[in-house]
């Protein structure tokens, strides 16, 4: 058994996440990624690397895509071919990469929000133009308005950036939501780009997650999925990321963008990957009832502020948090003088909101709750 509730200290130790604040009362609940060290297999995979010695340009093991292919068919009903897929430096350059592989520069991409930023800053820094629709509360969960996104295409439009299982709302879309969304897509010929990246990471143990390339063979030829095993194993620093992309045409064409632009995997990268995906489910299963428990301890102290809103996550371990009735301007600054570091919604374009990481130790996660409602019931 994994001991979860281990506290490691992850200050100066040139943490991302941990070393952002010069005040050390901050504790960080802000960038996804986890407080549990990576299972065994991984470690040890890591330790085989290291005393190997050589650490020269790598390649894909044929085992790793046998692997992936594998799970993808028994966790996810999705057959796929080696040769779809394309091994990645990381997720978030893979977005920038699908924006310049799939538009011209006087097209436009479009995506929902609230979102992950990068969906955002990447479409900017390839000076597109980024079309947004809203989200909607609907049922007591974030979905799609197609009313809006019907509205917005434009003969500009080329790419559609969806996040599934959504990243910060937190849902998973059905396979109902997804197949009007494909339908839409692929009717005015715009390419679906999916990051599915906390397709892993399901805490409604009652949802399912589906690849929006599985609903139809149209959609298929239609959508670029991205996917790694970084999120759901905490390995995210290691940079190891996927696309599945059954179309040849659009499969040449990423490819072709990639090149020069995305640096190889490591040795590192790959065998963790592999250790993850081949003998990492136990250390996943556990990780998911932990994940659980942190979720309804964030649930309930949510509910008992009056000023705050949650909705039930679907999956991830990222709460999307309403404070717009606290009527604070900076919710963010509010929190960090509390000791909480968090993500302000304004970056997701979902002001008055925050997100917060719950993946930690639950007396970190405990502590993290305190301060929270003394900064919001004071």
Known sequence: MTNFDEIIDRRNSNSYKWDKYANPDIIPAWVADMDFKAAPPILEAMQRVTDHG???????PAELNL??????????????KPEWLVWLG???????????AFTQAQDAVMTPVPVYYPFMTETRASQREMQKTKLILK??????????????????????????????????????????????????????????????????????????????????QNSVTLLSPSKTFNI?????????????????????????????????????ALAAYRDGADWHAQLLDYLRLNHQLVLDTVAAIPTLQMVPLE???????????????NVAQHLEAAG??????????????????????????EEILRRIKAAFTA
């Not at 050589?54 to 894909?60: E, F, H, L």
């Not at 692997?67 to 796929?80: F, G, Q």
């Not at 999956?315 to 604070?328: F, K, N, Q, S």
Request: hydrophobic letters at 45%; one cysteine or more.
């Open 54 to 60: 050589v650490y020269g340009y790598a390649q894909a």
């Open 67 to 80: 692997i992936v292919i594998e799970r993808l068919r028994t966790r996810h009903n999705w057959d796929i």
């Open 90 to 100: 990381g997720l978030v350059p893979a977005l920038g990469l699908s924006v310049r």
């Open 139 to 220: 049922n007591n969960r974030w979905t799609f308005d197609f009313e809006a996104i019907r509205a917005s295409i434009t003969p500009q439009t080329k790419l559609f950036l969806l996040c599934n299982p959504h990243n910060p709302g937190g849902t998973v879309f059905t396979k109902e939501e997804l197949t009007e969304l494909a339908d839409i897509c692929n009717a005015h010929g715009i390419v679906i780009c999916s990051d599915e990246i906390h397709c892993d990471l399901l805490i409604d143990p009652t949802a399912t997650h589906i690849s929006i390339a599985t609903l139809n063979e149209a959609t298929a």
């Open 236 to 272: 995210a620093g290691l940079g190891g990321s996927f696309a599945v992309i059954p179309n040849e045409a659009l499969r040449a064409k990423f490819t072709q963008t990639k090149a020069g632009l995305m640096p190889m995997l490591s040795a590192y990268s790959y065998e963790a």
């Open 315 to 329: 999956a991830t371990y990222l709460a999307w948090i309403d404070a717009r009735a606290t009527g604070i301007a």
């Open 340 to 365: 909480v570091g968090i993500s302000d919604g304004a970056g997701f374009d979902g002001e008055g909101f925050f997100r917060l990481n719950m993946a930690c130790p639950r007396a970190t996660l």
